[in-house]
């Protein structure tokens, strides 16, 4: 008896020694990235941007080249931690970027785009993107570098290296990184860090376009971080349209944009369940700014699917949290929620077509 009690305590050091060094590595690494990162610019055509003309801009998260159809995800109650194989990940990531290339886009937002991470294999997505943009200028942002997380155990989502980035047909001046808000107490473990970027482009009437590519933090959380990631953030785009310049603000907020649409496109009872999207809270919105709304008479197309289950229409959770808003000086001419039935991801892309006046 003595034995086995001596053998249960050895193990029990030695689950201690194994979780305690665990969560000081989690501790010691944490870092947020500084605000205002001056951000590389990947330079293509050079063209100018001519005020009387259309252009076309589409904002997509690929969601780390995992959720073809059939992916579930561990934290949406699902089963699976990282893409099925390296295969199908770069498949993925390949689909979507043809699928937006074949859109004819001027500008393109990208968000969950993996530069280095376990999750998707180590493949640089960025790089993949590029090669489907060839002449387009690029720039990329880290959203978050996380440490390495050890669930589940059995197959480990990892460390994740992820970023946003933005493709432009027109010559991008410079590009900065802003930091978010996050939770400051010992839940920022595990509240990834968040950011957007800003990229300046020149027109030919003097004014800049500043576009905006933003994803801002998922599953609810604390209501005061919310809060203030909205807040920063429309103080930031006041400023530039307070200086006569245009303003395109789009990605993942996380947010259900028209603020009904879980209970429209899933019933009352599926939107109590799935209550991680708050609505966004369109008091925030400064004069001068307009979210677009993309709900008609014909209905609303989601733009993102609860992972909890593989995609089954009808019976998996969908709502409207990508999308876009533009500064009074910026005309819409089109706008649509592409219905892709979220085959390369479990986004759908959003198209804007827009006029600078």
Known sequence: MKKLFKVLAIILA???????????????????????????IEKGENLSLNSGD?????????????????FSFFMDGGKESRARSKESCKENVQGAAD???ALNPDFVLFQEVDLNSTRSYHIDQYELLREAFPKFSSVKAINYDSAYLYYPLIKPH????????????????????RSLPIATDLSKLVDLDRCYSVSRIET???????????????????????????????????????QGNYV?????????????????????????????????????????????????????????????????QGETFVIVIDGFFVSSNIYVLRSENLQTEFF??????????????
């Open 248 to 312: 395109i603000c789009g990605g993942d907020f996380n947010h259900d944009l028209p603020g009904n649409s879980a209970e429209v496109l899933n019933g009352a009872d599926k939107a109590g369940e799935f209550s991680w999207a708050k609505p966004f809270p369109k008091e925030l919105i400064p004069k001068g700014i307009t979210m677009i709304n993309n709900v008609s008479k014909d209905g609303i197309v989601p733009t993102a699917r609860n992972c909890d289950i593989p995609y089954m």
């Open 54 to 70: 259309s252009f076309r801009i589409v904002t997509y998260n690929i969601g780390f080249g995992a959720y073809s159809q059939d």
């Open 344 to 357: 390369y991801s479990d986004h759908n892309p959003v198209v804007l077509d827009f006029k600078l006046i």
């Open 14 to 40: 030695a689950v201690i020694v194994v979780v305690g060094s665990y969560a000081a590595y989690v501790l010691l690494s944490y870092d947020r990235l500084e605000d205002n990162i001056t951000l590389g």
């Open 99 to 101: 699928l937006v290339a």
């Open 158 to 177: 990892g460390k994740s290296l992820s970023g946003l980035a933005v493709f432009s047909k027109y010559n991008i001046l410079d590009s900065v990184r």
């Open 204 to 242: 030919d009437s003097g004014k800049s376009l500043y576009l905006y590519n933003v994803h801002l933090s998922a599953y609810g959380g604390d209501a005061s971080i919310r809060t203030a990631q909205i807040k920063m953030l429309f103080e930031d785009i006041k400023e530039k349209t307070e």
